[in-house]
């Protein structure tokens, strides 16, 4: 089947540290691969995405690389600030279908 | 240009109540999606239309739960009765045909629905 696994939170980090959230996926099709992310009381609005193996996504600083070999998409930022804390969603869709599938979400919250 | 645009906010009602939940697509958008966001299950896709039509409810809970899509500019998501267990926020969300399967779902900002 589709689903999309990502790291369990809650994720806290200091400001400017590097942040990475782990993402890795199941696809019957190939799948587009999609990072969204939910300000608090707000709707998923897209941070960035990947259509293809090696594409790499990129948005306000943060960065993720489509790696089929090990079928992830793992979010990066390399100095992270306050404004940053949100819930991140990997998601994925296939080929075949229109559903997206959603990861659980992942609680980042940045400190001073 | 106007974003998804979901009525009410937020609503608190009791149990046994009728609630109904309302979407406004983007103007132009042919496929409309109803997710349901808890802390236990996250977000699931309750049912999606295109072009009004319904495509796939598999997701809709239970038979308390209906949704329709009028027309292109508008869908109710309905409880009825309303379970405390329902408590959830509700997204709609739209996207075009058209844009291959890179096209990204463009959320509403939610509907945060209590059951006392």
């Known amino acids: 089947g589709n689903s999309v696994t990502q790291m369990e939170g809650p994720v806290t980090l200091s400001e400017e540290a590097f942040l990475t959230i782990n993402c890795t996926y199941t696809a019957t099709g190939y799948p587009s691969l999609f990072w969204y992310v939910q300000y608090p009381g707000e709707g998923l609005q897209l941070l960035l995405k990947?259509?293809?193996?090696?594409d790499k996504g990129s948005n306000k600083g943060f960065e993720a690389t489509y790696r089929k070999e090990t079928t992830s998409f793992h979010l990066e930022k390399g100095s992270v600030q306050v404004s940053d804390s949100a819930v991140y969603f990997c998601a994925l869709r296939v080929n075949t279908g229109n559903q997206f599938y959603f990861g659980t979400g992942t609680s980042l919250t940045v400190i001073p | 240009d106007a974003g998804v645009i979901q009525s009410p906010r937020h609503e608190v009602t009791e149990m046994g109540q009728e609630v109904t939940l309302r979407c406004k697509p983007i103007?132009?958008?042919?496929?409309l999606f109803w997710y349901r966001q808890t802390m236990m299950r996250g977000l699931e896709l309750l049912i999606y239309?295109?072009?009004?039509?319904?495509?796939?409810d598999s997701g809709m809970p239970e038979d308390r739960f209906s949704a329709k899509m009028p027309n292109a500019s508008f869908s109710t998501l309905k409880i009825q009765p309303s379970e405390p267990r329902d408590s959830a926020v509700y997204f709609c969300a739209s996207r075009p045909s058209g844009q291959g399967y890179g096209g990204e779902l463009f959320f509403g900002e939610g509907s945060r629905l209590t059951v006392l």
């Open positions: 239309f295109n072009n009004n039509v319904p495509i796939d």
């Open positions: 103007s132009g958008h042919d496929y």
């Open positions: 990947a259509t293809k193996a090696d």
